[in-house]
């Protein structure tokens, strides 16, 4: 499945059973640029797309989605399989919801992609939740992630024994540079702080590549058990 012209929807039902000629395990990013649960996508279409995900346990796939309530509408009608691992994206606070109908879902395992990460999620509750993917915006006009944006989900997944992973700071890195700028915990940039702006950090866009990947000089890669909900 593919956003096609003017970002239409397409489907490529002859591409389904590629994964059946694989041979070696794969971890498979399933419409990596689309989402599967998109209102024009039909429903057999995705009953299909599961029926191949379940007859290659040879493969793990992770399913993401921005239309959490249709995953959660149909999840009943779907199979679940160890192999299979449902995520929502939860780019701020206003989005936490999504996470609500990702607990109704019987994968053996439920995760939030953070990614670009926009805002604190301070209300994010990871109940039931297995892994946590966290990221910064890339690309022509990206916004800077506070870093407490990140080591609030960093802590929030310690205290809930929840697997944290840190994709990637984005364009923007923690800088302490004449160039750098300051960043508020809202996400604005300052060109002058005062007393009056709480919590402003240094930042500097350098790029994808320069930024890494460190939070407070750890890597975080930490990845979920399997089958926790089987």
């Known amino acids: 499945m593919t956003s096609g012209p003017g970002f239409g929807v397409t489907v ?3 591409e389904l059973n590629l994964p059946r000629s694989w041979k070696a395990p794969r971890t498979i990013f ?3 640029m689309s989402d599967l649960f998109h209102p024009d996508v039909p429903d057999h279409f995705i009953e299909d797309v599961f029926r191949v995900m379940t007859e290659t346990p040879l493969h793990t796939y992770q399913v993401l989605t921005k239309r959490a309530q ?3 509408k149909l999840a009943p009608r779907l199979p679940w399989p160890e192999n299979v691992w449902m995520g929502v994206s939860v780019e701020s606070d206003r989005y936490s919801f999504r996470v609500d109908h990702l607990r109704k879902v019987p994968a053996a395992v439920r995760f939030i992609s953070a990614e670009p990460l926009l805002g604190s999620l301070s209300s994010l509750d990871l109940r039931d939740i297995n892994w946590l993917i966290a990221g910064g915006e890339s690309g022509h006009g990206a916004r800077p992630m506070h870093p407490d944006w990140v080591r609030e ?3 929030k997944c310690a ?3 929840v697997a944290f992973f840190f994709k990637q700071w984005g364009a923007w890195a923690p800088d302490q540079s004449d ?3 300051r960043v508020t915990i809202h996400g604005q940039v300052v060109k002058e702080p005062s007393a009056e702006i709480e919590l402003t950090a240094s930042m500097l866009k350098v790029g994808k590549g320069a930024a890494g990947r460190q939070i407070d000089r750890r890597t975080w890669i930490q990845m979920p058990t399997r089958g ?3």
Request: no cysteine.
């Open 70 to 72: 249709r995953l959660s």
């Open 30 to 32: 399933v419409n990596s």
């Open 228 to 230: 926790v909900h089987a």
């Open 179 to 181: 160039h750098a700028v």
């Open 12 to 14: 490529h039902p002859n």
């Open 153 to 155: 989900l960093r802590d």
């Open 159 to 161: 205290n809930n024994d």
